[in-house]
């Protein structure tokens, strides 16, 4: 082969190693930052084809001492975890970019997930209680249910564990565990593995004050980062 050959050969192995490369598909992620600006009080269908109907979205909850809502914290976090998804690889659709109006409902949401091919549908909530002394983190999967849950449960399951971890060691709060659910909509009507984090307590005034600030939030999205790295087979290195 001429010299101009070699060289000719070797632009054809960087285009093909290039095209390869783009080729190969990302994984999508959806994030989910929960509520929005105003509750929708309309009901909908626990599951498909269910009679038991829920409200679409009660409207969250708010920082008992930063005054917060919950739908505004949720967002932050997302917006967050978007950009450390994105520079590590992974394709992010939001269900929402902005609070501004009445919540899509939860069966809307996860239809948004189904029709990315979601290799993980990430729901980003903060809890709140009557309880002010009540705090920590805790991750909630679907529970098992043919028909409805039964393709997603194991792969659900998995990844609650996995976030849980990152997101408790990346935060500091208490462990609080995993919760296993079969009255909340937003799985029931999912296609693809699904969980949603319960970040920390927005009742309790320590949680509601750190959440509040630009690196708890930085905190809580490079948590969910390595989650989902993780659950995913990847590097979660590439998260901080
Ligand atoms: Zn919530």
Redesign the pocket.
């Known amino acids: 082969m001429s010299a101009r050959g070699v060289l000719a050969a070797g632009v054809l192995a960087v285009s093909l190693f290039a095209a390869a490369t783009h080729a190969a598909p990302r994984p999508v992620v959806v994030l989910d930052p929960?509520?929005d600006r105003y509750a929708n009080l309309v009901t909908e269908p626990i599951g498909p084809g269910s009679s038991v109907l829920k409200i679409k979205d009660g409207g969250?909850?708010r920082g008992v001492v930063t005054g917060l809502p919950?739908a505004d914290l949720?967002l932050r976090v997302a917006l967050r975890a978007r950009s450390l998804l994105e520079r590590a690889g992974i394709r992010v659709v939001m269900t929402r970019t902005r609070t501004q109006g009445k919540s899509m409902g939860n069966i809307a949401r996860a239809r948004i997930a189904n029709r990315a091919h979601a290799a993980l549908y990430l729901r980003i909530?903060?809890?709140g209680s009557a309880d002010p002394s009540v705090r920590g983190t805790h991750t909630l999967y679907p529970a098992f249910r043919r028909g409805w849950t039964d393709d997603i449960y194991t792969a659900s399951r998995r990844a609650a564990g996995i976030v849980q971890h990152e997101l408790v060691r990346a935060l500091g709060f208490p462990d609080d565990g995993l919760q296993e659910r079969a009255d909340y909509t937003g799985f029931n009507w999912a296609n693809v593995p699904a969980i949603l984090v319960?970040m920390g307590f927005m009742t309790n005034p320590t949680e509601d004050r750190l959440l509040a600030t630009a690196a708890y939030e930085q905190r809580a999205a490079v948590g969910l980062c390595r989650g989902t790295l993780r659950f995913l087979a990847r590097s979660p290195a590439r998260c901080s």
């Open positions: 929960g509520h969250g909850t919950e949720n909530h903060a809890d319960e």
